[in-house]
């Protein structure tokens, strides 16, 4: 995992022309995004309002403020209730409407979600190996210059993700050296931005990949020359003992975890990653980590509750937003 941290870091401050002073950042950075798997809770225990996913809403709009309103937040795993009540919350909890994008068709269990402040010029959906999983594109028209956003969340054990690719292996996934389900959807995916992200300014793909840093997944993205944000920010790989870094493994079928101020996180999955700008770009990111609520480059919604004086069970305040913890980014324009 080391060797991944400073290739990662090379690479930033080769292409990116650096990374920002790990100490500051400006107070209004260029561009910022936050991305969150939101569980969407249908599998929680009976009679837990799935797993409160209402509150849970309210949780992630606190932070959307908190952070100073993104420019883009993407949420993975949207299903129908959750959708309409981000849809609901998304004109009022900043002080300018968010747009909504929403890929069709949908599954109406695990969807993509994107909140943009930005008007949404154009939305695409590609549907990865297996039928199931899929990429949804937006493209944003930012002050910055077009800015493509791709959300996705890989395969998962449930769904056959670590499943050898078998005999129906699309022939890309084959040619890649893909050995599983999730290995062939990645694959899929970094086809999907090349063929579609064909301005120069820089692209941000962002979701739930369930791969860690160690994986043919991760390997596949970065050999792309696609940038792992959080750690080139300079933030610390993940820690499964003491939880700082990582971004899954809280239970998700019981509240005991969402409930409790105890991170209980054991892996990183979750990932912003940066196509870097090409030729012509009318803006070359530098990456900010920044520091405290506001915007930054480094992990979203990542404490317990802090807009209540306690969290736990009912009547307290959820204590988390989700059975992941998300990542944020914010760079300026060198």
Sequence with gaps: MRLHRWVSIAACLAILGGCGDPETSAPTPDATLANLNLLHGLFCAPDTGNCRLADRVD???DFIEASGCPDVVTLQEIWPPSATQLE???GTVCDFP????????????????VLSRHPIEHVGQQTLFLGFRKVLWTRIA???GPLDVYSTHLASGADGGPSPCGDDCPSECVAAGAETVRDCQAVQMTLYVEATHDVPNAALVAGDLNARPDSFVYRTLTGQGWIDTYLAAGNPECDPVTSVGCTSGREDETLADMESPNPRLRSRIDYVFLVPARRGASCRPVLLRGAGPGPGTRLWADVPNPFAPTCGPLPAPICWASDHTGVQVAYDCG
């Design 142 to 144: 930012h002050p910055t």
């Design 88 to 90: 609901a919350r998304a």
């Design 59 to 61: 949780l992630v709009m």
């Design 98 to 113: 968010y747009s909504v994008a929403l890929g069709e068709p949908r599954t109406g269990i695990d969807d993509e979600f």
